[in-house]
């Protein structure tokens, strides 16, 4: 067979991808997590002219790893503790590059059959893993900013149509006005999404919350059936969701849409542990939720799920006769994009590869060393300022200056990463732990780097 390839193809490059990606894996957990100051400056040497000519993709390769590679944070390996950044499941890695080389624009069936099949099946799989409803249409996008515009454009088309607007064909000029609720520990991404969708980023009524950041639901303003309510399953800072068994009942007898925020939090529901963090939430009419968190597949990945397929499609579709649509899903009519990747199928075989009980442990693994992290810190006689329910824990070292010089020589001392935060009034270090390859050992290790740094700051 092999004497058929033409030899024009030289898939050297190909191997040499492999070696330098087997080599940054195996270096993750020996190196300094944050990348040295020497190596940020030779990122330089990746510019230059442009070249006048052709460059072998073998030496363009070699540069790309001899400066690149040294210049990444290691956020990929197991002491990365900063934002909410999962790494990538080896299935995942290998899913991408597979895919990579097929090239798939996923927006039509008739480009990719395999992508459309694969987002059609991971669906039905995350539906069920998440315990959302069967039936949802469902979008694969960047991240859960994308998800929560793509979920929250069809909430304002849905919500519009009841008072008999056409919000796609007249736009917000002269339309009845909505009222948004959202509580006051939104993410900034959510109220981004709502001022991206002309909704403004200001106009939401902010619902106070509680000392965990959980949205109060005896304090819930009326609503009704032009109400987009935005719950929160999962805060970025203490990792709270919000009290969605009652809110949830209330906003569905008012005939209100509730949009979900569960970038990481969504996969509670998947962990027979924490399950009870999500009970209520599976009543809303939207859910946001990443795929580059808390499942760890490769960047970018986010999903939007939508129990009205039909308030997606109205929201999104766009037809033009050279890209007529048959009955089956054309994915392009669910969501933002017309080209873009197959993203569903990193999710795929993060699914594939772990099974449900893999999702679980995966989870629950991650709530338990971030528990971990909080006793440690505790017995050290550092303060744990949140419950620590999920994969959130936030710290402070004393004054707002010490806490802050804390992080900082930790960031420089190389052993992890944090990141700081300003809860409730407080600075604090947060501690969120995402990756599927963090174990005890590198709780243990970042634990006493902790220790270590803040007794010398
Ligand atoms: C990360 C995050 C987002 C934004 O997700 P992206 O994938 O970065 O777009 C939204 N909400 C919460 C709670 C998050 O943690």
Redesign the pocket.
Known sequence: MNQHVPVSTDHGVLSDALAYAARYLDGLDSRPVAPPPEAIARLRGLGGALPDGPTDPREVLALLDGLGSPATVASAGPRYFGY?IGGALPATVGANWLATAWDQCGGLRAISPTVCAIEEIVVGWLSELLGLPSGCASAFV?????ASFTALAAARHAVLARADWDVQSKGLYGAPPIRIVVGEEV?V?VLKALGLLGLGRDTAIRVPVDGQGRMRADALPPLDERTILCL?A?N?NTGAFDPAAEICAKAREAGAWTHV?G??GLWAAAAPERKYLMAGFELADSWAT?G??QLNTPYDC?IALVRHPEALRDAMAATAAYLAAGEEREPTHYGPELSRRGRAVEVWAALRSLGRSGVAELVERCCRLAERFAEGLRAAGFEVLNEVVFNQVLVSFGAPERTQAVIAALQAEGTAWFGGSVWQGRTVMRISVSNWSTTERDVDLALDAIRRVAASV
Do not use: N, P, Y
Request: proline share 0%; charged share 15%.
């Open positions: 909410v960047t991240g859960a900013s994308m993410h991404t929160q999962g970025v925020d970038a990481f990443d580059h968190k986010g």
